[in-house]
């Protein structure tokens, strides 16, 4: 839970990483790969860290808080496709 937490808190201001992403990134270390895990991981214990910044692979936001994420990525400079990130040029690899 931490590596996941400490890695969304190291995305930087104007860009996003995926769920899979995320889980992708802690593989070596976990051994495991779940972007699932890392959902659970942002519902629960995401509140502290710059949760806006996780979204799914299609770029949508945080279910029922996508009004919010939507403010908070737009002030950042995060580009949209309507109502989507556009991971391809918002997308950060650690």
Do not use: C, F
Request: aromatic share 4%; no cysteine.
């Amino acid at each position: 839970m931490e590596e996941v937490l400490r890695l969304v808190e190291a995305i930087p201001e104007g860009r996003v990483m995926s769920y899979g992403a995320v889980a992708d990134a802690l593989a070596d270390r976990s051994g495991r790969n779940s972007a699932r895990q890392v959902g659970n991981i942002m519902a629960r214990h995401g509140g502290a860290v710059p949760w806006h910044r996780v979204v799914n692979s299609a770029g949508r936001m945080p279910p029922g808080h996508e009004q919010e994420a939507r403010q908070l990525l737009l002030s950042e400079g995060v580009p949209l496709k309507g109502d989507r990130v556009d991971i391809a040029k918002a997308s950060w690899t650690p």
